[in-house]
Each structure stands twice: as C-alpha cells, then as structure tokens.
C-alpha cells in the first residue's frame, strides 16, 4: 500500500473514518481556487495552495467548516507527495489516507474561521513532490460543515516536472530561416496571368522591320541626291565650254535677211 506524507504529524488511518460523503454541493455556498502554481518542480521547495469559500446566504448564522483536500496524481506516485495544511503560518492537525489511488487529507477540527455571507474562510496547504517520476496532478478542495455535509468544492490541475525539464526553455534558433511561402492556388493563376502573351511581343519585331525599311529608304535618297548632284555639275561645264567658242562684237548675218 502507498502512503502519503501529510504535515508530518498527520498519522495514517484506515480512510472510512474520515472520508468525504459524496453529496451535492449546498446552494448558496461556493468554493474557489485563490492560489494555484501551474508546475510544481521535484526536488524544490513546496508551493502553496490556497481555496476560499464564501456564502450569500442571507438570515442564516455564521458556520465552521473544515477542509477536505483530494490530490489524484497520473504518472506521479503518491509516496511523492509531501502536503503539509497551514493555518496561520503554522502547520494545522489533518488525517491522511488513500482511497482509489487518490489521497484523501483531512482537517483533524474545524477551521478557526467562521463563515458568514459577508466574511470568508480560508483553507492553505504547502505541497512539494520529490522524485523521481514526473506527471500531472490534480487537486479538489471541499468544505464541510461541522456534520460533514459537503458545501463546495473545486478542483484545479498542475504539471509535475523534474528541475531538468523546468530549467529548459526551448527558443527557436536565430540562425534559421523561415522556408519561403508555397503559393497558393488563388496565387497561381495571378502569376501566369503576368506572363506576356504572344500578341504582347507584336509590337517588338515591328518596330525592328520599320528601322530596316527606313534605313533602306534613307540610302536611296541619299544615292539619288548625288546622282543629280553631279549631272548639275556637268551641265555647269557644258555651258561653261559653249561660252568660251562664242565670238565677241561680231554677229553672223541671218540667212535670207534683208540687206541694209
């Protein structure tokens, strides 16, 4: 059988003297979780757990409660478990014991508080774990009243880590690049619409054919531009050569003129 560390005190009795009934919770009376740790760490030293009860009950007189704490663990042993109630600031009398693989923890009298719609009683317990399984747990917080009906309850949860697991803190490497995004479906066709059609490249190669042609153009005028030049040039000497065989002051008689 499993034992369960409570408060160091605490002796182990056989769990029907103490165990909760299993009734509903009383209307008008409600339980909370005030502190939580969210990871307990093996080997270090014990976290508090801290429920609250309050009422609205109204034209009923204050009562005493007393706390019941279940721990039910998964991958953790229960000999693992050290619990110890605090009130305050000292450790308060509790019987332990295991019922179906879950500890049961309670208050050996009733808490010193008193519960009335406008004041509230606290229950506080210091928990730590030891090695060497790692695992979650589970904790529920009840309070009695001092026939032991139950008037609330409330659960909360916990990881159990071991020091190496909770000194680890994973953070990505700076040197790693993110892998460039696959395009999409609705991507794809943008893409190939930004491709140039054939009709896009028409322009291109006619302008190429328009600079042959006009180049072609260009060198006739200008082979035609001489041509003409020098035909003026030898109709110039031509005329020149006429010039020089003509006589000066003398004029041949016209033929069939008259005489003076």
Known sequence: MRHLAAGGAAALVAVGLFATPARADVDGFAVKIDQAP????????ARTLTAVISTEREGRRCLKVR????????????????????????????????????????????DPGQLCRDRTVT?????????????????????????GRVLSTTSSGAQVVSPVAASASPSPSP???????????????????????????????SSTSVLGIGLIVGALMVFVGVGMLLRLRARNRRNAAWAAEAPTGFYTAPRGGRRP
């Open 123 to 147: 229950g506080q317990w210091a928990i730590a774990f030891e090695g060497p399984d790692d695992g979650e747990v589970t904790f529920t917080a009840r309070a009695l009243d001092a026939t």
């Open 67 to 110: 706390w019941a704490l279940t721990v039910e663990t998964k991958g953790v042993s229960l000999d693992q478990i050290r619990v110890t109630r605090v009130e305050n600031d000292q450790a308060f009398g509790v019987r332990a014991g295991i019922e179906d693989d879950a500890a049961q923890i309670v208050d050996q009298r009733l």
């Open 38 to 45: 969210a990871t307990f760490t093996i080997g270090k030293a």
């Open 175 to 205: 040197s790693t690049e993110s892998p460039a995004p696959e395009p999409t479906e609705e991507e794809a066709p943008a893409a190939e619409d930004s491709e140039p059609s054939p009709a896009a490249l028409v322009p291109a190669s």
